[in-house]
């Protein structure tokens, strides 16, 4: 079972950027895709960008091109580095496996995009 601590979240003003970080608690990382996923308020929680163990990528369409996954295997960390924020991309985000476990959600970070 992987556990999962997300942080970096904030306000920031549309057009800025954020690096949210995802540290996870297993000795087998490396073997897992992972995913960060996000909530926004009255919405469905959605995958935004998934990254294998070999380091291949997806993202939703909705942040191809200003979004980008990262891991560092050795640290058991995952990262998303967002660029030209949108207001839309207000939400709660997650990290976790691709597809998710239900026993990993965690707190989540709140990223805010405003004015």
């Known amino acids: 079972q992987v556990q999962v601590v997300e942080s970096g979240g904030g306000l920031v003003q549309p057009g800025g950027s954020l690096r949210l970080s995802c540290a996870a608690s297993?000795?087998?990382?490396?073997?897992?895709?992972m995913g960060w996923y996000r909530q926004a308020p009255g919405k469905q929680r959605e995958l935004v960008a998934a990254?294998?163990?070999?380091?291949?990528?997806r993202y939703a369409d909705s942040v191809k091109g200003r979004f980008t996954i990262s891991r560092d295997n050795a640290k058991n960390t995952v990262y998303l580095q967002m660029n030209s924020l949108k207001p839309e991309d207000t939400a709660v985000y997650y990290c976790?496996?691709?597809?998710?476990?239900?026993?990993?959600w965690g707190q989540g970070t709140q990223v805010t995009v405003s004015s």
């Open positions: 976790n496996t691709e597809p998710p476990s239900v026993r990993t």
């Open positions: 297993t000795i087998i990382f490396s073997i897992y895709t």
């Open positions: 990254i294998t163990g070999g380091g291949s990528t």
